[in-house]
Every structure is written in structure tokens, then in C-alpha cells.
């Protein structure tokens, strides 16, 4: 594929539920209602893919596998909801960086992911990370894949990080 | 070993609201076999810093449809780039949305509380307020908004989340 990509780092999620709202007309409100009720819930949605252009209303939300409990109890409770959402487990991010605002590195996540028919459950950028909700399970495939094609320090930081913080 | 902290807020804190304004939100739709080719594309520029911010998600077809907020300048010239994909057999759809703002803020321990995206996203929404397209990860929030709303969106924002 040509010279590889320098970053600084790349983070793997703990295991994540990804909740689609699925594309419908007009379905803002769902969504809405969906992060409403997250939030009174008190679950956590740490990644957000949304989008609303013309008709086309598109939502996602991650959350911490280790919430399923919680989330099964509440979605039982509230039919309304549990009935226009569609979740897959087990999810998982991987996170690079930096992104420096380029191409380069989105196109290799692209790449990479497309070549191997890894899925993208959804993709987004922050100050200076590419963020990318995949297979849980497929997450060290990945990381292998992509290692032909970035370069990390030396002494980067672990993959997988041990401090976990958690809003109660 | 575990820590526990208490700690409540009326308003979560963010350190301020960057808003730019007059840029281009450039829809790239693709079936799945033309998501190798994109990214193997894309891997080629060599234009250095171009994307202000990006999102990308499944289309309900197959497929991924990708959001590239960009400087209305770029526009023609991304555009031309990524319809080389088209040349070697891959179908794409391109759409542009001008004039937009990209709007962005971040917080203390975003990505791990509950809340902030019913905070940001939800309290527009209910206010009646467009999002074209948001995308929440680690302690960042990132909107897409029309133009001409953004000082809406700023304002609706600063009653719900307090600038340190």
C-alpha cells in the first residue's frame, strides 16, 4: 500500500452495545427520545453518530457492555422504545490518533476495514481521534490489519486501558 | 482498586463553544464494494490537513454514506478527487450542503457521564433547532447546523452547559 501512517496512539474500547435508531422518515424524535430516556436512566452514551439530511434520520449510541442489565430492565419497561431500536453485541471502538485532519488516515481505516468486509457501525472525529464502532470480537483482527499500515512510537501507550471512570 | 468520587453539577462544564462558520457538509454514499476503493483513495491525498470534521455511517442499502464538512473551496476539488473512484467502476453519489457551521465544545469527563447528549443534542432537537449531522467521542461534541442557525444553537447551548 505505499509508505505507512505515523500516529500517536490507538485505543480499543471495552466492549460496547451499539444502539441503532435505524434510518426512517422524520425519526428525529425517536432519537430524541431515545438519549432522553438514556439520560434519565442514567446510562452512559459516550459515542454518537447522527445525522438528519432532508428525510433521512440516522442515530446511533454506544453504551458499556456492562450496562446490558440495566438497559434490558429499562427498554422492558418502555416498549415504545424497545420496539424502534435495533442492537448489536458485542460492539467495540477503536480509536487512532492523531488525525491531523487528513485524508490519509480516514482512508485507511476505510481501506482497511472495507477490504477485510470488517463492518463500520458508525465513524466519527473528535479534536484529533478517528473513532470507528465495529465488532467487538474483531477488534485484535483489526488492530493486525491496520498494523501494515500505520507506524506507532516506540513506547506508545497500551491498546487497552485499565482506568475505567464511570458517572454513578 | 477502586476510587469513588462524589461530585454534582446543575450545568455541565465545558471550556467554550467553537463555531465556524460558512463551510460545506459534502455527502459521499457508497455500496460496499466501493468502501475499499474510497478509503484506498483517500489514503493517496496529499493535500495535507483537509476536513474540518467527519462522520460517516451504514447506509440502510448497504453500504456507507460519509459526512466531510470541508471549506466551501475545497469543495470542487474534493469532489473532482473522489470521482476518480467513479472512473474505475465504483459508483458513488456526492451532495453538498453550503452554507453550514461546525460547531464544537468539550468538557470535563464527557465520554463518561451519562447525559451530555441528551444535554447537547436532545435539548436542540426539543427546541425545534435543525443538527444535520453530530458525532459525540471522548470528551468532544461536534454539530453540523445550518449556517444561519448557528447563533441559535450557541445560545440554546449556554442555558444548558456552563462555560468554565
Known amino acids: 500500500m505505499?509508505?505507512?501512517l505515523q500516529v500517536n496512539g490507538i485505543k480499543l474500547s471495552q466492549e460496547l452495545i451499539h444502539?441503532?435508531?435505524?434510518?426512517q422518515p422524520d425519526r428525529a424524535s425517536m432519537f430524541t427520545h431515545l438519549l432522553a430516556f438514556m439520560a434519565e436512566n442514567r446510562i452512559n452514551c459516550p459515542i454518537i453518530f447522527y445525522s438528519a439530511m432532508d428525510?433521512?434520520?440516522?442515530g446511533a449510541c454506544c453504551v458499556a457492555a456492562e450496562d446490558a442489565g440495566r438497559?434490558?430492565?429499562?427498554?422492558?419497561?418502555?416498549?415504545?422504545?424497545k420496539d424502534q431500536v435495533v442492537c448489536i453485541a458485542p460492539a467495540g471502538a477503536i480509536s487512532l490518533f492523531p488525525h491531523r485532519y487528513s485524508l490519509n488516515l480516514l482512508g485507511c481505516l476505510l481501506h482497511v476495514l472495507g477490504q477485510a468486509s470488517l463492518p463500520i457501525y458508525g465513524l466519527t472525529a473528535s479534536l484529533s481521534s478517528l473513532t470507528v464502532s465495529t465488532d467487538f470480537q474483531l477488534l485484535d483482527h483489526a488492530i493486525d490489519l491496520l498494523r501494515h499500515h500505520i507506524r506507532l512510537p516506540a513506547y506508545h501507550a497500551p491498546l487497552r486501558s485499565n482506568l475505567r471512570i464511570k458517572a454513578l | 482498586m477502586e476510587t469513588i468520587a462524589v461530585y454534582w453539577e446543575n450545568r455541565a462544564k465545558t471550556y467554550g463553544f467553537d463555531t465556524v462558520r460558512g463551510l460545506s457538509l459534502l455527502q459521499v454514499s457508497t455500496q460496499t464494494d466501493g468502501l475499499?476503493?474510497?478509503?484506498?483513495?483517500?489514503?493517496?491525498?496529499?493535500?495535507?490537513?483537509?476536513?474540518?470534521w467527519v462522520l460517516a455511517q451504514p447506509c440502510p442499502q448497504g453500504g456507507l454514506r460519509l459526512f466531510l464538512v470541508l471549506k466551501q473551496e475545497d469543495v470542487p476539488g474534493m469532489e473532482a478527487f473522489i470521482n476518480r473512484v467513479v472512473v474505475k467502476g465504483t459508483a458513488i453519489e456526492t451532495e453538498t450542503t453550503y452554507p453550514v457551521a461546525l460547531?464544537?465544545?468539550?468538557?470535563?469527563?464527557?465520554?463518561d457521564r451519562y447525559g451530555i447528549a441528551d444535554a447537547a443534542l436532545g435539548t436542540?432537537?426539543?427546541?425545534?433547532?435543525?443538527?444535520?449531522?453530530a458525532?459525540?467521542?471522548?470528551?468532544s461534541v461536534y454539530l453540523t447546523v445550518p449556517d444561519k442557525r448557528s447563533a441559535d444553537v450557541i445560545t440554546i447551548l449556554s442555558t444548558v452547559f456552563e462555560t468554565a
Do not use: W
Open chain 1, 2 to 4: 505505499g509508505a505507512t
Open chain 1, 19 to 23: 444502539i441503532n435508531v435505524p434510518e
Open chain 1, 55 to 58: 428525510s433521512r434520520v440516522q
Open chain 1, 71 to 81: 438497559l434490558d430492565r429499562v427498554l422492558a419497561l418502555n416498549p415504545e422504545v
Open chain 2, 36 to 52: 475499499a476503493k474510497i478509503g484506498a483513495l483517500l489514503q493517496t491525498d496529499n493535500r495535507g490537513p483537509c476536513f474540518k
Open chain 2, 103 to 111: 460547531i464544537n465544545f468539550h468538557g470535563p469527563h464527557f465520554g
Open chain 2, 124 to 133: 436542540l432537537r426539543r427546541k425545534g433547532l435543525p443538527i444535520l449531522a
Open chain 2, 135 to 139: 458525532g459525540c467521542t471522548g470528551a
